[in-house]
């Protein structure tokens, strides 16, 4: 059976520059860089840990086909791979306020939880690339009714879990399970106002998600374009 976990991947867009941000701001370092031919196999690890690898791919052959490549980078450039690194510090309000000034972006400030303090949405460190949005499954966060309410009530304006529990007919402790579903999708964000959080739609997510509707639309048009202009069987 299996004994470990040695790899993970990502795609990203320029390898080079990945490693600039990987190595150079999050302070991986790179475990392995070897030009295969056929693909360029680089991979960063965090310091002293070489047993869990972090495959940093570029799409493209041969593991897939150009036409599929260009769709991954479309999908990388909007932040929509729905992949996730979760990484853990020591300290982590000083790893925050050191990466900010490296100018990596956060998605939340620092949040004492119950498990300790953590950075990003659904208590999971979220740093990234300036210009990149966040990824998560956001099509299939939608796919729950009550979710799709709470979009709703936060299109309108922010809110606290208490205003959208009477808004919903749902109690605040399944409010707060479905938020937790909509930030790990990156379509909401929130922020502490006193002893109270008030969530609002993350509008970076949600264009992300709506880019890639209008992608799935207007592959959906050329399809049906197709179907149609295609000659039509004679009956004998």
Known sequence: MFTAITHSQIYVLDQDEAVDFYVGKLGLEVAADVDLGFMRWLTVSVPGHPERQILLEKPGPPAMSEETAEQVRELVTKGATGGSLIFSTDDCRKTYETLRGLGVEFTEEPTERD??????PDGRASAR???????????G???DPTRRAIIACLAERPRAVGEL???LPVSR???SQHLKVLK????????AAGTRRIYRLDPVGVAALRDQLD???SRALEGYQEAA???GEENP
């Open 115 to 120: 498990y300790g303090i953590d950075v990003g």
């Open 129 to 139: 690339p300036s210009g990149t949005a966040p990824t998560g499954d956001a099509l």
């Open 141 to 143: 966060a939608l796919g």
């Open 165 to 167: 529990a009477d808004a």
């Open 173 to 175: 402790p399944a409010v």
């Open 184 to 191: 790990s999708a990156g379509l909401v964000t929130d922020h």
């Open 215 to 217: 992608t799935f639309w």
């Open 229 to 231: 202009e295609q000659p």
